[in-house]
């Protein structure tokens, strides 16, 4: 394409405040951008800039000019990441903060040797929107309405219950009304929901403590602090370890976990990733012992 260099300059230049600062981005001289923007005004045979006292404005020329530039140089950007991911797979995801922590991370280097890819990793709970910063998946809860026209994998449902380190279990299973109960400003309906679910309210009067994100309550939970709901896929490596404890079993909470992509034919590397997601969450329902839980008789 004829004079590339300088639609270029021109497209920096018309979202810069000045040439001075449009030259430092390009790592050139003011005359040098200056210099650019003559060759394209000539070429166009059409003014892209006007002055006014010491600052440059765009023309209405210029100002549609730069619309047309900013998407040329969008797709430019997009053609080159596209080539970049087909020689370094790599796969954006956007993925629940504590899932991302507790489950998904931990397993990530197994998908790492069965593909070669790397897994660049965002945490969002919620709306989300594929597409911003090259997301292609969204791994969610599904406790919101969808505001786009995205595919919509379930993954696994969700089972919660009360998780307790083994050792915080033995100071309170006698004495119900001690057990504190350990609340996330994220999910803070979590007790209420399984209150109602399991069909007894004699916990709700119990003293409680809050924390900012759910992740917190089971770290807390580990370290005897109270005792957590626990969405199984968050806590089954804890059980697995012995750190916690379900006396009270699992029951359904009613959501799924789900996978959310562009509504087109995914890539290869985009359903190598869902056939690895889907075979390990779908692993993650707790048993018919862990469902019933251990209370004392």
């Known amino acids: 394409m004829r004079h590339l260099k300088a639609f270029h300059v021109f497209h920096v230049a018309a979202s810069s405040p000045s040439y001075t600062e449009a030259a430092n ?6 005359g040098a951008v200056s210099k650019q923007i003559k060759v394209l005004e000539n070429h166009l045979s059409l003014p892209l800039f006007y002055r006014q006292g010491r600052n440059l404005h765009l023309t209405q020329e210029g100002e549609l ?38 489950w998904l991370m931990p397993r990530l280097a197994d998908f790492y040797l069965s593909s070669g890819a790397d897994v660049r990793l965002s945490t969002a709970g919620g709306p989300v929107t594929l597409g911003t910063t090259g997301l ?81 309550c089971f770290q807390a939970a580990v370290d005897g602090l109270g005792a957590a709901i626990g969405s199984y896929p968050l806590v089954v490596d804890d059980l697995k370890r012995g750190n916690l404890i379900a006396p009270f079993g699992f029951i359904p909470s009613g959501h799924d976990y789900i996978l959310l992509s562009h509504n087109r034919a995914a890539d290869q590397l985009e359903q190598k990733f869902t056939h690895w997601l889907q075979g390990g969450l779908s692993a993650c329902v707790p048993t018919r012992v862990e469902r019933e839980g251990q209370l004392p008789c």
């Open 65 to 102: 000019l730069k619309g047309y530039t900013e998407q040329a140089f969008q797709a430019l950007d997009a053609g080159v990441n596209m080539l970049y991911r087909m020689k370094n797979p790599c796969l954006e995801v956007s993925c629940e903060p504590t899932l991302t922590m507790r």
């Open 136 to 216: 292609s998946l969204a791994i969610r809860r599904d406790d919101f309405a969808l505001s786009h026209d995205y595919q919509k994998t379930r993954l696994v449902d969700e089972w919660v219950g009360p998780v307790f380190s083994p050792e915080y279990w033995e100071q309170v299973k006698q004495e119900p009304g001690k057990i504190k109960l350990l609340h996330s400003q994220t999910r803070p309906q979590a007790w209420d929901d399984w209150s109602s679910s399991y069909g007894d309210t004699f916990l709700a009067g119990n003293a409680g403590q809050s924390f900012a994100h759910f992740y917190f």
């Open 25 to 30: 981005r390009l790592n050139i001289t003011h």
